[in-house]
């Protein structure tokens, strides 16, 4: 197997796990929140989506600037050979604030989200099949928190994306089982 082909593999498996984590749950349970500025599950799923629809006409759009020569061809950039996770560590801080293209922002229906989200996987799939192994180490379009990136880990950040947020989905769960059973022990709560 290629590399491209893993890395596409590996965020599979992300949003794979992801949707596994969320398949059950209600409208009523995807709505619900701690608290009134966290993002509920519905919110985070539609997150997912804008975030990685973004990443990925970026890339398309940034691939095809290259090959056309609208686009320097470089392999320069201040994390080179770093894996996303190191990016991130350098560049993040603890609580980020989502750029506006990628904040959940519409609503609707969680099977709708899910269903969107799920949908990208073969959009993925296509840009990786048109991707070259020499071009993986090209710069793509900057992210917005992390700046300049190649294409090698504009795909490793998806699945370090999709990962991070089940990681939140499932501590939502828990605290959302945990007020459920304080409730059916003290219904007076």
Known sequence: ???IQKLIQDVARA??????????????QAR???????????EITEHLFWAEQGGLLGMWKSLTAIRDGGMIRTFESNHKNMSIEQVIELTWKTKEIVPDIAAPRLGSS??????SLQSLQEVLDVFGHDLQEDELKLQAQPHPISGALDFHQRIEFLRFH????????AQLLSMMNSSVLKIQEDPDI
């Open 32 to 42: 619900w929140k701690p608290e009134a500025e966290a993002w509920n599950i519905l």
């Open 110 to 115: 969680f099977a709708f989200w899910k269903s």
């Open 1 to 3: 197997m290629d590399i």
């Open 162 to 169: 999709i990962d991070r947020h089940r990681e939140q989905v």
């Open 15 to 28: 949003r794979t796990s992801y949707l596994e984590n969320i398949a059950e749950l209600s409208e009523a």
